[in-house]
């Protein structure tokens, strides 16, 4: 087994912890409502304080782990999630529940920024992403089935993200052994692919926005619109939680034969086709497909989101300003979905965020075809002038290995700047050219006529 699996599970883990607490938003949202008297409103804006809190750390350490190193900021993360998430659940008045709930949020993006930075010098980002993706979605999964019956008010879910928290903490030791894969890069440096890794947080905001829109206000499609019962949502939401686990399995097996560019266009489609119908639908059966289809789509387009924006810069800092931006977006969802609905009804409110998810899809995949997302086919590569390398490989029976193979990713082509000594000209070194110079002419002749 090579070292690179190993060198990746510590990541996947502190990832994991770093991402539950917006997995079980709406169940922590749900519970401070019902068990601490809160509006919906106002356990909404809770949920906001958190992820808010875990993007400011995300924006803090962009550009920092690499000059802390991996282990240190990975636990300091992990304590205040345990320390705040833990308080949230002791405590049984809102202001104490408010603060160790922003506590736990700046621990829990402090570990995402860590698995960010991680995961962007990996050989294969976007295995690796998956596989974060995965764990995540498995562990949520868990606590999804576990959590409706055991209780416990608001204090279970804060006490799980907290255990979750403390059973990673042994992985961060092995943090210290993660050597980047890239090139040496300088401590300060400017950051790489300013236009496109701006471009992409902009639209994983914009695109995290719209979708937390509709997951914040799903349970309350299927009980207004389609009034169904609390089990069969539940039962509705496990199933798609389900078809999730798959997506991201799928995204791993499919890896970058396709390259980013497709994934991304195509899955933003669909996951626009299915907001619409999902807040849309007037039956069980409508209601179940699009919320299915969606959650399949939705972290599969996800992990190569994060993948890009991984191979944006080998250090990290566009994976976590872009997953910081993300986390931004995910808060102020909530908010969109129920002011659309209020004002506007739940399919106006799809078409909306249907649309808004098209448009963010073209320059978002505009940056994936411009950063190398696109697969090595024929007339993919060429040299100044030349053939194309791939059909060169196909034809001419190249050394295998001397050139990529059909459908693999292109490679990145890092520009090294170097530093030219103009010599000034002697002026004795020029002569007319001619019979003048005869001695010259005869020693040149002489020499060349010895070899």
């Not at 962009?62 to 999630?81: D, K, M, N, S």
């Not at 059973?167 to 692919?193: E, K």
């Amino acid at each position: 087994m090579s070292s690179r699996p190993r060198a990746a599970w510590p990541l996947v883990a502190v990832f994991t912890a770093g991402y539950l607490a917006a997995y079980l938003l709406p169940t922590i949202v749900g519970r401070l409502s019902v068990h601490l008297g809160l509006s919906t409103a106002q356990a909404g804006l809770v949920g906001s304080a958190l992820l808010l809190s875990s993007a400011t750390a995300g924006f803090t350490l962009a550009g920092r782990v690499e000059t802390y190193g991996p282990r240190r900021p990975a636990r300091i993360g992990l304590v205040l999630a345990m320390v705040g998430y833990g308080c949230a659940a002791l405590a049984g008045s809102v202001p104490l529940v408010v603060m160790g709930t922003v506590i736990g949020g700046f621990g829990s993006g402090t570990a995402t920024a860590v698995a960010a930075a991680g995961i962007a010098a990996q050989r294969d980002p976007h295995r690796t992403s998956s596989l974060g993706l995965l764990s995540v979605s498995a562990t949520a999964g868990a606590l999804y089935l576990t959590i409706p019956h055991l209780g416990g008010g608001h204090r279970l879910p804060f006490a799980s993200i907290a255990l979750v928290a403390l059973l990673v903490w042994p992985a961060t030791a092995r943090l210290g052994g993660v050597t980047p894969t890239g090139p040496a890069t300088p401590a300060a440096g400017r950051l790489p692919h300013r236009r496109s890794g701006l471009v992409l947080a902009g639209g994983m905001l914009v695109w995290s926005m719209a979708q937390n829109a509709l997951w914040g206000v799903s349970s309350r499609i299927g009980v207004d619109r389609v009034g169904l019962s609390e089990v069969t949502i539940g039962a509705v939401f496990a199933a798609a939680l389900g078809a999730g686990l798959l997506g991201v399995m799928g995204a791993g097996m499919l890896g970058a034969r396709l390259g980013r560019a497709v994934p991304i266009g195509l899955g933003t489609v669909i996951i626009s086709a299915s907001i619409v119908l999902s807040s849309s639908a007037g039956n069980l059966g409508s209601f179940a497909t699009g919320e299915i289809l969606w959650n399949t789509v939705y972290p599969v387009v996800l992990s190569y989101l994060i993948g890009l924006a991984a191979s944006l810069d080998v250090r990290g800092r566009w994976a976590v300003l872009a997953g910081s931006a993300s986390s931004v977006g995910v808060a102020c969802g909530p908010v969109l979905g129920s002011v659309l609905s209020e004002q506007a009804g739940y399919p106006v409110m799809g078409l909306i965020l249907g649309a808004v998810t098209l448009l963010v899809a073209a320059p978002v995949t505009a940056v994936a075809l411009h950063t190398g997302g696109r697969p090595l086919v024929p007339g993919s590569v060429r040299r100044r002038g030349g053939a194309p390398a791939a059909l060169l490989a196909v034809t001419t029976g190249a050394v295998p290995g001397a050139v990529p193979r059909l459908g693999s990713p292109e490679q990145a082509v890092a520009e090294i700047s170097l530093p030219v000594r103009r010599r000034r000209p002697v002026r004795a070194a020029f002569r007319t050219a001619g019979p003048a110079g005869g001695a010259g002419q005869s020693n040149a002749y002489a020499s060349t006529s010895d070899r």
